[in-house]
């Protein structure tokens, strides 16, 4: 089955339609659907006229019934790839009407990088889309600063999950539900939905088995999926990959995420730390892992790293079973935390507005956001204590709004008093109470 993306696929159109001497990014990691979510738009705009390429491939070859031209095709500077598409169009072009030329696995052949400043200059005539799974990894001469228009596709969120359910209903509450309006029942259903779906995660080939009723086959399609973006990061590395077992590197992200990373935990025998940094720097130019800074410290490298899927989480740290498996507290909460970093980081213009917060008695606040304005987060298994964030509220004047996040109904506390122990200081702010589900919803509540 297709999973609709609409919202997403519609901010893609309008992107693209408004190209202006720009090429068309498409960034995210391997097997979040990149190359499937081009192609649907790209039928959505079927009377426009469109050409495959896909960088892999040497020559032109045909994939799933689909036409691809190869490598062959291209050329370091644009200008043999331009000549070359203007004859294999022949007679297709409409005047007045762009031609969407899509490349795909641009990793494979990322000379053609250097062409985006000339490329660029053709948007009349074409409209170049570029996808890769290791595009910020590339080192160009040329930066062509400007000339790029970047899209970041995530894997699924839980509110595309639901609404791709056969049944609608579900999907129909979490849209409209306010803090005036709410069912006991459909809570109780959505928490349960939320527990599928932080297990499973938003790889589209988990999301597409398990809405398919194929449980049976997640282990074996959550392992391969894996290797895959295992063997991927070690492409990257290079040489250094063979020092590394990298599935052990990968488990011990997942492991430290939310803790500031200290790189010697990466460190392997005869690898200097440096070494370390770097791989955790590939690792993020790849997008598995998304780095969080520490909020308003650019003195130190604090940062924390989240991995970009909570199903790939769970494998890593509980095996292939996913929806069967006995998950402890202490994984759990990585898995929360994990699905609420990659929601809110699916709503920002960039994954680097995602901050995180630290006060000097060590309260600790997993995620902030200074636009719209200044908001902490606290994710919380259960229902859990709001010491952190009054910590985060008396600390931080700027501060609008505090957020809980954990397994409670929705509400939203206009008078809460932030107060400490031991400290005299005191403080009126907004909190709003948020169910896990809501994660992706939480600025229509405050």
Known sequence: MWIER???KLKFINGLLNLSHQVMIVCGARQVGKTAFVLN??????????VLINLLYPQQITIEGREYLGRNFVDPTGVQLVENLRRYLSGKQVQGQPV???????????????????LAELTDEFKFVFTGSNLENIQVKNAA?????????????????LANLSNKTFFDYYRDITIDRQSDYFHQELKKYFNIYVKIGGLPKIVDTYLENKEVDIPTLIKDLALTIEENVKTILGEKAKIYEYEDVLRKLALLSMNTLKYSQ????????????????????ARVVHKIRLYDDESRDLSKYLLFDCGMVNYLLNGSHLLTQQIPD????IMYETFVGNELIALQTTRD???????????????VLRAPFLVGF?????????????????????AKRIVKIGEHHLSLNKNAVAKLPHDPSTRSIHLLNLPHYLTAQWEKFV
């Open 6 to 8: 609409f919202d997403k």
């Open 41 to 50: 738009v790209l039928q959505s705009l079927k009377e426009t006229p469109h």
């Open 100 to 118: 969407y030329v899509f490349i795909d696995e641009v990793d494979h052949y990322p000379a053609i990088m250097e062409a985006v400043q000339y």
């Open 145 to 161: 600063t400007g000339r790029k228009k970047y899209f970041d596709l995530y894997p699924i969120t839980f509110g595309e999950f």
């Open 266 to 285: 990466l460190q392997v025998q005869h690898v200097s730390r440096g070494e370390a940094k770097r791989l955790v720097n590939k690792t993020v130019g």
């Open 330 to 333: 202490k994984y759990l909460a």
């Open 353 to 367: 507005d995602l901050y995180y917060w630290k006060s000097p008695n060590r309260a600790e606040v997993e995620f």
């Open 378 to 398: 606290d994710v919380k298994v259960n229902r859990g204590d709001n010491k952190s964030l009054y910590s985060f509220a008396i600390m931080e004047p700027d």
